[in-house]
């Protein structure tokens, strides 16, 4: 049962000993910028309203997990530290002398009162007071994604499969007492056969002979064993080493940092204001995912949280007609280089002009017609532009042999995507001095990926799946974003002291009518 009401938090003879705590503490300044009571009213729902014992005010839950991530703590070490650290328990909302939760709570809080959107929800409501306050004022947004490793090491087919017979084992001791006879427990030894592809054959073999031998047998245990085997051999990306790689952890998949680097566990893409570096949205997702495919929710939940976003950053990886799109749909300024693998046009040889849609060669020739045309290909259709350039210059040409090759048509042919006219705008703006300059503002992303890696172990995954790790790293993002408010309103201390009561905005220092001091 959720408690209702003031409860008299900080109102006992032994609050005085909060005066002891700084007017400038990180704590202070958190709370004269965000007001956490939202949560109460986020999570009620999840709480009975009539019946069971007092439950722990959600607010003082959620606050207790944003110091353990402020701080690097683990849910023990939170609940031993805020017992003797007045400054914990005047954020929390305690009066000195109350008793804290005991830490298992905090696991229940996350697991069971918490949804994987409630974090998302936490993140923009705290955007929005800031945006309301003035202190988020920038216009440009970055985007980019982190990996972040398993919590395990990834295994070869074969050792997966070898896990899984195991399995299979243990569960026939639970449902029968015994291993019954029939069944063959002896593993082959894989690392003895040279041929990579011939050992995961042969341990894939072993597996169904055991699973079917084994289904004569099976009990409960038995059987969820068998059903776990079956999934995994089902998934063809399996054998191929590009799907599952740990019983331990399911959801990690392998993932790239680059052409020849690898990593195994999961990426978490984040939206960040460029200026004042506040994250405003994060998703994360299994290691194969691909860059800016899941752009569209983070650009709508920074927008609905009220940040007035007038131009977007990303890297190459961000170069996709579906982003460009969505961004020119929402009047954003695109600050996203080309990438090669997108737009192949060599432009030492071809321009385009869009008012006539034609293309120019080197030489000045221009294309005559233009037909629409599709592929497919990999069972996907893709459709095209066939643009043809005159034949009476490409015939004269003294550069056919050299721009032909061996092509028997009288004029050169020049196939593009739907896309490449559009393309080409974008790469001759990225030329200018203007879009460098917009585009290195960029860089505040990495510095925030290092801050969450490094101070924060975004680095590598506290557990196993993706729901744990969503709630790890959108935890660390709030927790570094309620930091960089505490500097953000640090510098407003000196630049604007005073606070309007009317607008609930800082306003200048010069402007003393109206306003009350905050700070």
Request: glycine letters at 6%; a neutral charge.
């Amino acid at each position: 049962m959720l408690r209702t009401g003031n409860q008299g938090h900080q109102l006992s003879l032994y609050s005085t000993l909060y005066d002891k705590i700084p007017e400038d503490h990180i704590l202070k300044r958190i709370h004269r910028a965000v007001d956490f009571s939202f949560i109460n009213d986020l999570l009620k729902d999840s709480y009975c309203k009539d019946f069971g014992r007092p439950a722990k005010e959600p607010e003082m839950m959620m606050k207790l997990n944003l110091l353990e991530y402020l701080y690097g703590y683990s849910d023990v070490k939170v609940i031993e530290e805020s017992t003797y650290n007045l400054a914990y328990l005047w954020f929390l909302g305690l009066n000195p002398e109350d008793k804290l939760p005991d830490p298992s709570l905090l696991a229940k809080f996350r697991t069971q009162r918490m949804k994987d959107v409630t974090l998302d929800e936490v993140m923009s409501e705290i955007v929005r007071q800031c945006v309301e306050k003035g202190l988020i004022q920038g216009k440009m947004l970055t985007v980019d994604a982190t990996h972040i490793e398993a919590n395990c090491k990834k295994q070869v087919p074969e050792r997966v499969m070898k896990h899984l017979a195991k399995k299979i084992f243990k569960g026939l001791e639970a449902d029968n007492g015994e291993i019954p006879p029939e069944i063959d427990t002896r593993i082959p030894d894989y690392k003895q056969i040279e041929d990579h592809e011939q050992s995961k054959q042969a341990m894939k073999d072993y597996l169904v002979s055991v699973m079917e031998a084994a289904e004569q047998h099976a009990g409960e245990e038995t059987a969820a064993a068998i059903e776990e085997s079956r999934d995994v051999l089902a998934d063809e990306k399996f054998m191929l080493q590009k799907g599952l790689r740990s019983l331990a952890d399911q959801d990690a998949r392998v993932g790239s940092k680059s052409k020849t680097d690898r990593f195994f566990g999961y990426k978490a893409e984040f939206t960040m204001t460029a200026d004042e570096r506040i994250i405003t949205a994060m998703d994360v997702h299994s290691g194969e995912y691909v860059d800016g495919k899941e752009f569209a929710p983070l650009l709508s939940r920074t927008l609905e949280a009220g940040v007035p976003v007038a131009a977007c950053s990303g890297d190459k990886a961000y170069f996709r007609e579906d982003i460009l799109t969505e961004l020119d749909r929402r009047n954003i300024e695109d600050y996203i280089p080309v990438s090669g693998s997108a737009y192949k046009i060599d432009e030492d040889l071809f321009s385009y002009n869009k008012d006539s849609d034609q293309w120019f060669c080197v030489m000045g020739n221009h294309t005559v017609s233009c037909k629409p045309t599709s592929r497919v290909k990999n069972g996907k259709e893709h459709k095209y532009l066939n643009y043809v350039f005159s034949k009476q210059q490409c015939v004269n040409c003294p550069h056919r042999e050299q721009c032909m090759g061996k092509s028997k048509g009288k004029a050169r042919k020049l196939s593009v995507s739907t896309s490449t006219p559009l393309f080409y705008e974008k790469s001759q703006r990225q030329k200018s001095a203007e879009f460098q300059e917009q585009y290195r503002r960029r860089a505040a992303h990495e510095w925030k990926n290092g801050e969450m890696k490094r101070f924060h172990g975004m680095a590598r995954a506290k557990g196993w799946g993706l729901r744990s790790v969503v709630f790890q790293a959108k935890l660390t993002a709030i927790a570094v974003n309620l930091k960089r408010i505490a500097a953000l309103v640090a510098q407003l201390f000196y630049a604007f002291p005073c606070f309007s009561a009317k607008t609930g905005t800082f306003v200048p220092a010069m402007c003393f009518r109206g306003c009350v001091s905050a700070l």
